[in-house]
Nanobody
Framework: VQLAESGGGLVQAGGSLRLTCVVA?????????VNWYRQGTGKDREFVAR????????NYSPSVEGRFTVSRGKTRFPVYLQMTNLKPEDTDVYYC?????WGQGTRVTVSS
């Protein structure tokens, strides 16, 4: 399965963006939580947020708790990551993931 992210861009500090994760192609029998990660150049991939399958329970990294919200509608996809009060340190490429499937990432740049 190929996932695809969209919604990245350039925004000033304090601004907002909403990222979207969809299934771009393929089918999978693996159903699990959908996760958002981010990675900058020369940095390890960092967990950002997760929405669990079924009950839509969510988890967040302490660095984004209270500023980011992960959600979905009535279907498993799309999954959204609403990002508010963005900071320059949020600048990264953001990826969504489910099971072994990943997207190509969408770049978020926050200017100070």
């Amino acid at each position: 399965v190929q996932l695809a992210e969209s919604g990245g861009g350039l925004v000033q500090a304090g601004g907002s963006l909403r990222l979207t994760c969809v299934v771009a192609s393929g089918n999978s029998d693996c159903i699990s939580s959908v996760n958002w990660y981010r990675q900058g150049t020369g940095k390890d991939r960092e967990f950002v947020a997760r929405i669990h399958a079924g009950a839509n329970v969510t988890n967040y990294s302490p660095s984004v708790e209270g500023r980011f919200t992960v959600s979905r509608g009535k279907t498993r996809f799309p999954v959204y990551l609403q990002m508010t009060n963005l900071k320059p340190e949020d600048t990264d490429v953001y990826y969504c993931n489910e099971c072994a499937d990943w997207g190509q990432g969408t770049r978020v740049t926050v200017s100070s």
